[in-house]
């Protein structure tokens, strides 16, 4: 088994927060990330494919493609848009990088399967000091 890592970045604003709750107990909960007027990150995306070797090519899937597919699923559709307002993926859920790890993987999975790899690892970074990984 192989492993390889295509990295995105994206910029995107959200804000974590119940509708039912008060600011008062978003801010309490979700702190600066529950700012009633929005606030952005610059995200980080890295998408881990495994497979077999292609004895042919050399290669595990052909990169250019795995770009086109996260570009074309992912990255067009959040960079530079509102999470919670914007991104059908993201439509009805908080907007919390756990969240949005699984969301991708969802997209990106059976995309993956058809370059005929498989997705390992949804790796997504908010920040530098924080990241989330998801595996299905
Ligand atoms: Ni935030």
């Known amino acids: 088994m192989i492993y390889i890592t295509r990295r995105e970045t994206f910029n995107a604003a959200h804000r974590l927060y119940r509708k039912e709750w008060s600011d ?4 309490k909960v979700f702190g600066a990330c529950s700012n009633p007027k929005w606030h952005g990150h610059n995200y980080t995306l ?3 494919v495994k497979g077999a070797v292609d004895e042919q090519t050399g290669f595990l899937v052909n ?6 597919i996260i570009n074309d699923k ?3 559709k959040i960079d530079h848009k509102n999470i919670n307002l ?3 993926f993201m439509k009805d859920k908080l907007a919390s990088t756990e969240n949005l790890a ?3 993987w969802d997209e990106l ?3 993956v399967k058809n370059l005929g790899a498989l997705l390992h690892e949804v790796k997504v970074f908010e920040t530098e000091k924080n990241y989330v990984s998801y595996y299905g």
Do not use: C, F, G, R
């Open 24 to 27: 008062e107990e978003n801010l």
């Open 63 to 68: 990169l250019k493609k795995l770009s086109e």
């Open 109 to 111: 999975y059976p995309e």
């Open 46 to 48: 890295y998408v881990t």
């Open 102 to 104: 699984i969301a991708i």
């Open 86 to 88: 914007e991104v059908d």
């Open 74 to 76: 992912i990255i067009s």
